[in-house]
């Protein structure tokens, strides 16, 4: 007689949506996240003071994923082909392998950040689709909008591996 093993929990799912930006590019930046697990919402926003569009899109997934207490299966909903293209297509685990090189002249972009997500896709069951910005999704919308309070507010943190990069 087969064991059938009902003691395995399946993951809870968990739907996120989110969104960064910069006022310029590179400029004043921030993220938004919205949770989504059954009724269950919680929204999650940061500023910097300098930073580029691309680490916050990154941030807003990490910020996201940071968020969840247990293991989860996660959809990441971002408008960042960027985003979502590292992951999905194995760029990212790609550039890692490579000591953050994305080919024998290049540099990797942002390694502090990739290394931080990818750390955390290993730990949660985590999936990244695109969708369209600014086309109507609810809570693609929301996510866009905290991120962008989130930008022009007072006391905006220091992205500080940014600005070791920089002249400020």
């Given at each position: 007689m087969?064991?059938?093993?009902?003691?395995?929990?399946?993951?809870?799912e968990v739907?996120?949506y989110?969104d960064g930006?910069?006022?310029?590019n590179p400029g004043p930046?921030?993220f938004?996240a919205?949770?989504l697990?059954?009724?269950?919402?919680?929204e999650l926003?940061g500023?910097?003071?300098?930073?580029?569009?691309n680490?916050?899109e990154?941030?807003?997934?990490?910020?996201?994923l940071?968020a969840?207490k247990?293991?989860c299966r996660?959809?990441?909903y971002?408008d960042?082909?960027?985003?979502?293209?590292?992951i999905?297509k194995?760029?990212?685990l790609?550039?890692?392998s490579?000591?953050?090189?994305?080919n024998?002249k290049e540099?990797?972009?942002?390694p502090?950040?990739?290394e931080?997500?990818?750390?955390?896709?290993d730990?949660h069951?985590?999936?990244?689709?695109?969708i369209?910005?600014?086309?109507?999704t609810e809570?693609n919308e929301?996510?866009?909008?905290?991120?962008?309070?989130?930008?022009?507010g007072?006391?905006?943190?220091?992205?500080?591996?940014?600005?070791?990069?920089?002249?400020v």
């Open positions: 087969e064991k059938s093993n009902t003691n395995i929990k399946t993951p809870p739907k996120i989110t930006g910069c006022l310029n930046g921030g938004g919205i949770l697990y059954g009724n269950h919402r919680r926003s500023g910097f003071r300098l930073t580029t569009n680490r916050m990154i941030l807003a997934a990490i910020k996201g940071e969840l247990e293991r996660a959809t990441i971002s960042s082909q960027y985003v979502v293209n590292a999905e194995g760029w990212a790609r550039w890692q490579n000591g953050w090189r994305r024998r540099k990797a972009i942002n502090d950040l990739w931080r997500l990818l750390s955390l896709c730990r069951e985590v999936r990244f689709q695109w369209r910005g600014h086309a109507g809570e929301r996510a866009d909008q905290i991120a962008k309070e989130a930008s022009t007072e006391d905006l943190e220091i992205d500080e591996v940014y600005e070791k990069t920089v002249d």
